[in-house]
Structure formats: C-alpha cells, structure tokens
C-alpha cells in the first residue's frame, strides 16, 4: 500500500498569511494526489484534483503542486474560513490512501 | 444539486451485521463510481470500499475483505454497505462518496460527499 505522510500535523497562522502543507508519497504516484478540506462537523470537500487541478468552485487562493512522492498545498492568504483539516489522498493506486491530516488553527 | 444522503447507522454488537444505504440525487447515478470512505470520530479518512458504475469492478481495504460488500441499484439510485462480522474497530461515521468517473481505477477524486453515518460496534 502507498503510505501518504503530511507536515505539519497542525499549524497556527493568522489571518492573511501563506499557509503551505506537505504530503510525501511512500513511492512515486506521478500526479495522482488529490487534496480534502474538512471544517469541524462537516464532511470533506475536494479542493485540489491530480496534484494541481482547482476543483469548480474552490478558490484560488488555493492552489497545489508536486509530482512523483513530494506534494505541497499553498494558501495564498488565508481567510476565517480556511480554519479547518487538510487532507491529501493519492489515487495512484487501491487502496486509495489518505495522509494522516494537518490541523489549521488561528493564531 | 448532488445529494447523497446515508443512513442505517446505529449501535451494534460485535459479530454482528449492519446494512447501510445511500441515496443519491441530482446526478445520473449509473454514470459515476461510487465509495464509502470512514472516519474514526477525531481521525484521519480512510477508503473502505468502491464500485464501478456497472458493479463490475469492486475493491475493499484488507482491513475489510471477506466482511463487508458493498453494491449499488442503479434504478433505485441507491449504494449500500453490508457490514457483517462487524469488529469494535469498525466503530467509525460512513461517507457515501461520488467518484467524478464511471470506473475505479488510478486518477479518481472524490467529488462530493455524504454527511455520513455513525456506526458504533460495541458490547
């Protein structure tokens, strides 16, 4: 199985600041990563599809990267409503697993 | 609007059996694989199961294979996830999710989600 491992576990920003999380492919998945946001009682959302694709209706200020087993999602400037849980997922191969998550608190 | 809408949670024993359902609107159901994906309440996501749109194709995480299946009623619109043998460790809420594509295979996403349900296996 693929194993998917973010950094950091959770991260304290304010505000307007450039957040940027990791996920690290145990073996290479070419661009198959996909990224979830998850507010607290919600179920996740997709936000980012193939490593770098802007699923409809997610704002740009999201934005991903990476390719073979390194990965990276960057907000530019982040906003009340990005407080919550980030996921990445590969869809490389079954089972389709996720990283362990990273918390975006406020500072 | 997409809504899939789970149900059939509930408190169980272990070694028993649970049944849960997923009604699906405003898509064309047989157009889309779909999978159920759990969440140990304060956890991480993990993928339990999927099915291609013709039911052709199914996978399973091991951690499930040979007690759960899953399956789908196109002319229903409706998935489902027979849990049988059920462990404490199965304790989780179930997300019914929509795959953006008809088949299973490397390349999927997961484009919207249920609000899941709560499976509670305990004595």
């Known amino acids: 199985d693929v194993q998917m491992t973010q950094s950091p576990s959770s991260l304290s920003a304010s505000v307007g600041d450039r957040v940027t999380v990791a996920c690290r492919a145990s073996q290479s998945v070419s661009t198959n990563v996909n990224w979830y946001q998850q507010r607290p009682g919600k179920a996740p959302k997709l936000l980012i599809y193939a490593a770098s694709g802007l699923q409809s209706g997610v704002p740009s200020r999201f934005s991903g990267s990476g390719s073979g087993t390194d990965f990276t999602l960057t907000i530019s400037s982040l906003q009340p409503e990005d407080f919550a849980t980030y996921y990445c997922q590969q869809s490389y191969d079954s089972p389709w697993t996720f990283g362990q998550g990273t918390k975006v608190e406020i500072k | 609007e997409v809504q899939l809408v789970e149900s059939g949670g509930g408190l169980v024993q272990p070694g028993r059996s649970l049944r849960l359902s997923c009604a699906v609107s405003?898509?064309?159901?047989?157009?889309?694989?779909m999978h159920w994906v759990r969440q140990v309440p304060g956890k991480g996501l993990e993928w339990v199961s999927g099915?291609?749109?013709?039911?052709?194709?199914?996978a399973y995480v091991d951690a499930v294979k040979g007690r759960f299946t899953i399956s789908r009623d196109n002319a229903e619109n409706s998935l489902y996830l027979d849990m049988n043998t059920l462990r404490v460790e199965d304790t989780a809420f179930y997300y019914c999710?929509?795959?953006?594509?008809?088949?299973?295979?490397?390349?999927?996403?997961?484009?919207?989600w249920g609000q899941g349900t709560l499976v509670t296996v305990s004595s």
């Open positions: 405003g898509i064309i159901f047989e157009d889309y694989a």
């Open positions: 099915i291609s749109w013709n039911s052709g194709r199914k």
């Open positions: 999710v929509k795959d953006f594509r008809t088949g299973l295979g490397g390349g999927l996403r997961f484009d919207h």
